[in-house]
């Protein structure tokens, strides 16, 4: 994560006149977005039968590890980095728009 890129997309923000609750929004829209992302490729990159034998594991925890550990393996990235660059992708993106 870039800390450096979301101070300064906080501080275009606050130079645009934004308050500090509409800055908070905003920041956890693009939380929102990057899970929602998440999810979706989550979704699209296990196949039904990963996800019927990910249904049958009772516990919830063991579950949230067999479906990182089958997404790591399949896209070769961690869920963490992937959100991190699409949260950085979206900061970016706003910051380039704001230039």
């Known amino acids: 994560m870039d800390d450096n890129k979301y ?3 906080i501080d275009t923000l606050r130079a645009k006149g934004q308050s500090d609750d509409d800055i908070a929004k905003m920041i956890a829209g693009a939380v929102k977005l990057s899970s929602m992302e998440l999810f979706t490729l989550v979704m699209a990159t296990l196949s039904e039968e990963e996800l019927q034998q990910i249904e049958t594991i009772p516990d919830d925890e063991q579950a949230q590890r067999k479906i990182t550990e089958l997404f790591e393996k399949k896209v070769g990235i ?4 992937l959100v991190e660059g699409i ?3 979206l900061i970016e ?3 380039t728009e704001n230039s």
């Open 7 to 9: 101070k300064r997309w």
């Open 78 to 81: 961690t869920m963490q980095e």
């Open 87 to 89: 949260r950085d992708g």
């Open 93 to 95: 993106k706003a910051l």
